[in-house]
Nanobody, 122 residues
């Protein structure tokens, strides 16, 4: 069972930056790609970014392109989400996920972390 642990959330003012980290207990064929999703109360969870462990190619939601960067450190089994120019609408619980494919869809991601709160004040 792969375990994911997020860290790095917090409170920041609009225009500020935060870096989220997600440490995976292991990397297997079933954790081909890592992703970040986010969710606010009353809304469905939405895709933010994803990356492949092997070659590091990434995909992003349009709402975060140019502001967020996903990266990975294979030696540490850790994925990062650097968030710059944060906006109040970025406020959400951010979840790390691991799955078989590099996709924006939620279902292919089999493993999920507990989430970390990001709050952006205006």
């Amino acid at each position: 069972q792969v375990q994911l642990l997020e860290s790095g959330g917090g409170l920041v003012q609009a225009g500020g930056s935060l870096r989220l980290s997600c440490s995976a207990s292991e990397r297997t064929f079933s954790t081909y790609a890592m992703a970040w999703f986010r969710q606010t109360p009353g809304k469905e969870r939405e895709f933010v970014a994803a990356i492949r462990w092997s070659i590091g190619n990434a995909i992003y939601a349009d709402s975060v392109k140019g502001r967020f960067t996903i990266s990975r450190d294979n030696a540490k089994n850790t994925v990062y989400l650097q968030m710059n120019d944060l906006k109040p609408e970025d406020t959400a619980v951010y979840y790390c996920a691991a799955g078989l494919g590099l996709t924006m869809a939620e279902r292919p991601y089999r493993y999920w972390g507990q989430g970390t709160q990001v709050t952006v004040s205006s």
